[in-house]
């Protein structure tokens, strides 16, 4: 059995991520981690009791007490990055879906790793169609090298843009490289900054911020007129847990960083 620790356990995807492993017969919930509450083998998934301590010395208490095998993080862009220092300084291995981090940050937690003998998994999305929506964009890029994105995410997320979309725009800025393809150039003058949306590269990201979404994400291709349009939609959490628990079930075996669902399918 291995034995797993939640961080955001009481967050929207923490929460999720906490029945999923206690509904697993491979994986034992050993406790969950929130800035409110600490806890240990929470019998009621709602009952975490409170240390009265602060977050990050509760996270590194529970590592101390509780010295689980794997820790699963969902928490907040602006913390993640020492959360995970925190756990491979401890020896554990860490399973990242908290978005945020840059590649520079990634590439000083992959040597953090391999310094501490142990492994980290990042995905800034672990549902399969997201993953395959950012496949089938990297293999249109080459043959449609004009590219938008618009991402629509409920209006409690606190970053943007999305995760996703960052690393959608990558992959098909690095595909559109890689086949010597190029976007036409944007002659739009904006009267209205902002208008163009954000750019990740040269790519237009667009984030929509409204109650009522969950997680939404359009790549829009434009070509000699047509169009192609690649959607994904996550309607529910639940979306993301075969992915979560099948990084908990492999990180271990998978030495240093590794980025991306991808190289788990
Ligand atoms: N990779 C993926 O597939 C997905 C990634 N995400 C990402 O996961 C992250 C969490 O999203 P979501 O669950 O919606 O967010 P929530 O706001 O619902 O949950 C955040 C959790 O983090 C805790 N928290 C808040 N501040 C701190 C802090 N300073 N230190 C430690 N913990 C803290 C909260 O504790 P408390 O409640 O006690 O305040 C809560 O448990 C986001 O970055 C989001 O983009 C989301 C969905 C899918
Ligand atoms: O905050 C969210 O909800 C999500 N965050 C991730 C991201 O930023 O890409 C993944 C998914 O879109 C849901």
Partial sequence: MLRVLV??????????????????????????VSVTSIGEDCGELAGIGTLGIPVREGLAKSLEDIKPDVVVDFTIPKVIFDNAKIVMEHGIHMVVGTTGLTASQRTELGKIADEHKTNIFIAPNFSIGAVL???????????????????LHHNNKLDAPSGTAILTAEKINDARKA??????????????????????????????????????????????GELLTIRHDSLDRKSFMPGVILAVKKVGSHPGLTFGLENFL
């Fill in 179 to 224: 086949a010597h393809a190029e976007a036409a150039p944007d002659k739009t003058h904006e009267s209205l900054e902002g208008a163009r949306g954000a750019k990740v590269d040269d790519i237009p990201v667009h984030s929509v911020r409204l109650q009522g979404y969950v997680a939404h994400q359009q790549v829009l291709f434009g070509g000699y």
């Fill in 133 to 151: 929506m950012m496949k089938v964009s990297e293999i249109i890029a080459p043959y449609m090298p004009d590219a938008e994105i618009i991402e």
């Fill in 7 to 32: 961080n955001g356990a009481d967050g929207r995807m923490g929460s999720q991520v906490v029945k999923a492993v206690y509904e697993d017969k491979e994986l034992e919930f050993v406790g969950g």
